[in-house]
């Protein structure tokens, strides 16, 4: 069993960064895969940005490339999504999610192959 908490959130001007982490708890989390997931009001959740559990695969949406990183520190148990150049259209929650098992790497784009979510963190970009 995984629990995830996400911290980081907030509100920023258009242009502006935040950090996003992603606690997890148990020893496995080492072997999960991890994405980032959003959902703005409204609107179906759709994939950030994604990481192998070993960090060797990295991927992130075009909507956010260029601007958004993602590392994990499998030593402290936890994942970061650093945002840059943040957009109003960025403005949504934002849920990190931990699987165990992806047989490709459009598997990490699902939201079904995750097991374990957290419970959301609100990002809010203003114009």
């Known amino acids: 069993q995984v629990q995830l908490v996400e911290s980081g959130g907030g509100l920023v001007q258009t242009g502006g960064s935040l950090r996003l982490s992603c606690a997890a708890s148990g020893r496995t989390f080492s072997t999960y895969g991890v994405g980032w997931f959003r959902q703005a009001p409204g609107m179906e959740r759709e994939f950030v940005a994604a990481i192998s559990w070993n960090g060797r695969m990295v991927d992130v949406d075009n909507s956010v490339k260029g601007r958004f990183t993602f590392s994990r520190d499998n030593a402290k148990n936890t994942v970061f999504l650093q945002m840059n150049s943040l957009k109003p259209e960025d403005t949504a929650v934002y849920y990190c999610?931990?699987?165990?098992?992806?047989?490709?790497?459009?598997?990490?784009?699902?939201?079904?192959?995750?097991?374990?979510w957290g419970q959301g963190t609100q990002v809010t970009v203003s114009s």
């Open positions: 999610a931990a699987g165990a098992t992806f047989y490709s790497k459009a598997a990490y784009y699902q939201a079904r192959n995750y097991a374990f």
